[in-house]
């Protein structure tokens, strides 16, 4: 099995025509008279590969994109402003080695079977993971190879085109919607993977309704250009029978007990610190997963007494009175604010005794296996809090409900609310971390939803959506990118959730690459020429300016209407 998959990924960097190899196996006559090499592989086996590859290149983008730049650009959180490195972008080559080839492989080995029509659910999940991924792959990249990609091996093709994003948009919607339809139909005697599907064990319903969230996902990142074609897919999604991800129960969850992405280096190169503005935010609404999101600094009654007894006065910008004086953020960009953003890296000195007073991240709840500590690392890729919240939003913008999606706008946000403030506890419970809820979780909830600063009040409804929508994505920094980009909120001067001040100018995509000449050079040149990009251009200018299809026509960070 390692053999046969070990020379299906270098067949592979050579079929996507973005890398290449210095050698490679293109004459297959020696492995056929090798009984001891795999040529038929087992979908089943295939499957759990594509699935585990989902997460086990994670720790890389952890550490160099969503810690150091992504949360960074979204201000969930505020760090040493590092340059984008060219240690970004692992989802690309993940997706190239280690996801796509073994999905595309699957399909053939089932599509040669003599009894291939017991295989067919088999074969439509593979689409929805291919989705799934491909779409964190152009959501900072934009064109990328798809439709001719992994055509080296069977096909020799190793110039694959790059497919503008729009058209990746249209092909996974039409490939979503044939693996909804045959995932869902009554069909004889289907084959099954089992628990070789580490997400969902077979269910084929929880695929369906991975495929329609995923849609929902596509149909938001539509807005900006065809507003039709949002509410199209949305309607689709809404008329479903099975319909989207709407209970934890049916969360795309990657849970291994021995799985831990980022641990010791959830510092990296600088601490992670809270931002004024979602601090200011947690605070004021008592919000359960602000224990969750952040630590406690050190200013507790003790501390407090010993920087009196040695006349060390709390800073200004720090309420002596405060109840939640434990929890402190600052300016999401130092410069706009140096006074305070001082005290992220000099504590208060009481004697002997230092004090830091800017919160953390959670550094458990992030790396629950730092310092040989015993928590598991759980992450959700696609969540019912996400679905929910999407529904409000679209339902709030007049995209109307469906036979299957019902209710109203607040509906769906208190839905979305209390999926995310249990999720994220249960996450914070297996990291063994600090929890926001307790046994009495249900009436800790319904106090949350009842205060006004929390309630929608017909005002300002669909700015509570979306930014209760964005602390949703504490754990999921592709998706909290891309609602920035897609929304502008936070919104620059807001009554209710003000953004930061923030000079430093944001990337609002990655970089592709060149190939190496005499490879895949004239494809690559067409996508930068298509997509209006300056070839090999990595400035943060160029980056912010030249947008992707689906940001074009998106606000600028903190414009939001």
């Not at 086990?56 to 201000?75: D, H, K, P």
């Not at 999926?419 to 419970?429: D, E, G, P, V, W």
């Not at 249900?442 to 929508?469: C, F």
Request: neutral net charge; aromatic residues 12%.
């Amino acid at each position: 099995m390692k053999n046969i998959l070990v020379k299906c990924a270098a067949g592979t960097v050579l079929a996507t025509g973005l890398l290449w190899a210095t050698s490679c196996e293109n004459n297959f006559g020696d492995i056929n008279t090798d009984p001891s090499v795999v040529i038929t592989p087992d979908p089943r086996f295939l499957f759990t590969h594509s699935l585990n590859s989902l997460e086990s290149y994670q720790g890389a983008e952890w550490i160099w994109e969503n810690l150091e730049q992504l949360l960074r650009f979204s201000q969930h959180l505020t760090t040493d402003p590092y340059e984008l490195s060219t240690n970004i972008n692992s989802r690309y080559s993940a997706y190239y080695t280690n996801i796509l080839p073994n999905l595309v492989e699957i399909r053939k080995q089932i599509d040669l079977k003599t009894n291939k029509e017991r295989f067919q659910k088999m074969r439509a999940a593979t689409y929805v993971v291919s989705a799934l991924h491909g779409l964190r792959v152009t959501d900072m990249n934009g064109s990328i190879p798809y439709s001719q990609a992994i055509q080296g091996r069977d096909e020799q093709n190793y110039t694959p085109q790059y497919d503008t994003q729009k058209v990746l948009y249209d092909t996974w919607l039409t490939e979503l919607n044939e693996a909804i339809t045959t995932l869902s139909a009554d069909l004889p005697d289907q084959e099954n993977y089992g628990n070789a599907d580490i997400i969902y064990h077979g269910d084929w319903t929880k695929w369906v309704k991975a495929a329609n969230t995923i849609k929902l996902r596509i149909a938001l990142r539509y807005e900006g250009q065809d507003k039709a074609k949002t509410q199209q897919i949305y309607k689709e999604v809404a008329d479903n029978a099975i319909g989207p991800i709407t209970e934890d129960a049916d969360q795309f969850a990657y849970i291994d007990p021995d799985w831990g992405p980022i641990g010791g280096d959830v510092d990296y190169r600088s601490t992670r610190f809270a931002t004024k503005s979602i601090m200011t935010f947690l605070k004021q609404t008592k919000d359960p997963r602000m224990v969750i999101y952040f630590s406690p600094n050190d200013l507790t009654p003790s501390a407090l007494d010993s920087l009196k007894k040695y006349n060390q006065p709390v800073p200004a910008f720090i309420d002596a009175a405060d109840p939640l004086i434990r929890f402190q953020g600052g300016p999401a960009d130092w410069t706009t604010n140096p006074t305070v953003a001082q005290y992220y890296k000099n504590p208060l000195n009481a004697g002997s005794n230092k004090y830091v007073v800017m919160s953390t991240i959670n550094k458990v709840f992030y790396a629950p296996t730092r310092n040989g500590a015993k928590g598991t690392f759980h992450d959700y890729m696609l969540t019912s809090a996400e679905t929910c919240f999407y529904i409000a939003e679209l339902i709030q913008k007049g995209y109307g409900t469906g036979s299957k999606i019902t209710g109203k706008a607040e509906d769906w946000y208190k839905k979305g609310i209390t999926s995310s403030l249990r999720t994220m506890n249960s996450i914070a419970q297996a990291a063994l971390s600090t929890t926001g809820l307790t046994a009495n979780a249900d009436a800790e909830i319904a106090a949350y939803l009842a205060q006004p600063a929390v309630k929608l009040n017909g005002t300002n409804d669909l700015e509570r959506i979306y930014i209760q929508e964005y602390l949703n994505f504490m754990r999921l920094p592709t998706e909290a990118f891309t609602f920035v980009r897609r929304t502008g909120y936070p919104k620059n001067g807001s009554a209710y959730y003000p953004r930061d001040a923030f000079n430093e100018v944001i990337p609002r995509r990655y970089w592709v690459d060149e190939p190496p000449l005499g490879t895949n050079n004239a494809n690559w040149q067409t996508a930068q020429a298509e997509q209006q990009f300056t070839p090999n251009d990595r400035t943060t200018t160029t980056l912010n300016s030249q947008r992707l299809w689906f940001d074009k026509n998106n606000p600028a960070f903190g414009q939001g209407q």
